[in-house]
């Protein structure tokens, strides 16, 4: 059974910079893909990021391209957002999600572990 577990959210400003981290317990980490999605208020979830199992395989949702990079730490167990040039419409509840399949994938479907989710929101 895989565990997830976000930190690093926050209130901060437009423009601002922060940093999630996600810590997966379970063997099989270093074999699947990961992904971040987030879920505004009124608003359906959406996929933001994905990083195949090596780590060297990136995808983005347009709307955080060239802002947010997802990396992988294997070793480590853990995966990472790094939000640059924050909007306020990047304000959500931020999801790390472990994949069943090692390659990357857009759609929710081929997650199967989620983290409880945590809370970014970005003041204008």
């Known amino acids: 059974q895989v565990q997830l577990v976000e930190s690093g959210g926050g209130l901060v400003q437009a423009g601002d910079s922060l940093r999630l981290s996600c810590a997966a317990s379970?063997?099989?980490?270093?074999?699947?893909?990961m992904a971040w999605f987030r879920q505004a208020p009124g608003k359906e979830r959406e996929f933001v990021a994905t990083?195949?199992?090596?780590?060297?395989?990136?995808y983005y949702a347009d709307s955080v391209k060239g802002r947010f990079t997802i990396s992988r730490d294997n070793a480590k167990n853990t995966v990472a957002l790094q939000m640059n040039s924050l909007k306020p419409e990047d304000t959500a509840v931020y999801y790390c999600?472990?994949?069943?399949?090692?390659?990357?994938?857009?759609?929710?479907?081929?997650?199967?572990?989620w983290g409880q989710g945590t809370q970014v929101t970005v003041s204008s």
């Open positions: 379970g063997r099989t980490f270093s074999s699947v893909a």
């Open positions: 990083i195949d199992w090596s780590g060297s395989i990136t």
């Open positions: 999600a472990s994949a069943t399949v090692p390659f990357t994938s857009v759609q929710a479907i081929h997650y199967i572990h």
